[in-house]
């Protein structure tokens, strides 16, 4: 009997959608030509910064083949924008996720980075921004950043210095991590000096943006 799906008002389909037809499944590899195409016309978009052309062109190279063999029935629900692989490639060699424990990474530093554990809050966020740029994900960039204030209040030994070297660690991050989905964790203990710095910092900042 042929596989059918029930109307659903989010996926627009027939009850009557017969998902036994076969399908065209897409080419593994463009030609050369496609591809240099391709490459040409990314190398003269206008309103790429150098990281997005970068990541852009690797994608593209990345796009060009297919290692994970889909059914036909599978096929059919990505031809129909039923399932979207949301732009993140179709050769998952890095993950979309990750939490790394920064917790761990503060108290025993990296060998493979050369950091020793931070012994104050200018080594300590020095150590947060190496870091976050070696996490891999299909951005290139974290999404996730830490519990900032339970990370940073230890190094905290004066409150205005903390305020200046915590802005300038978010400010980073606001600049290069172009993701809409990257966050951090702050709480419960919003007395502190890290919370308190990290959340009227945000609250700045969107209101900034909301101009």
């Keep these: 009997m042929p596989y059918r799906i029930k109307q659903h008002p989010y996926f627009l389909l027939s009850a009557h959608t017969d ?12 030609s050369c030509e496609e591809g240099d195409n391709m490459v040409e016309q990314l190398l003269k978009k206008h309103g790429l910064t150098y990281r997005q052309r970068l990541f852009s062109l690797a ?12 059914t036909e029935r599978a096929q059919w629900f990505f031809t129909n924008g039923i399932i979207s692989d ?31 554990p931070p012994s104050n809050l200018f080594e300590a966020v020095s150590a947060l921004l190496i ?8 951005t290139g960039l974290p999404v996730y950043i830490g519990h900032l204030d339970r990370l940073l209040e230890p190094y905290i030994e004066d409150e205005q210095e903390a305020e200046k070297l915590i802005q300038m660690l978010l400010t980073q991050v606001d600049r290069t991590i ?15 000096a890290a919370a308190k710095t990290v959340s009227q910092y945000l ?8 101009r």
Excluded: W
């Design 19 to 30: 998902l036994s037809v076969p399908v065209p499944r897409p080419p593994n590899k463009m």
């Design 86 to 116: 949301m732009g993140e490639g179709k050769a998952p060699y890095r993950p979309r996720y990750v939490v790394p424990d920064y917790d761990t990474f503060l108290k025993q530093g990296s060998k493979f980075l050369l950091i020793d």
């Design 131 to 138: 870091l976050y740029h070696h996490v891999p994900s299909v």
């Design 178 to 192: 172009s993701d809409s989905f990257c966050h951090c964790d702050i709480g419960p203990y919003f007395d502190q």
């Design 203 to 210: 609250f700045d900042l969107q209101s900034e943006y909301a």
């Design 59 to 70: 994608r593209e190279a990345e796009n060009s083949i297919a290692p994970i063999q889909l």
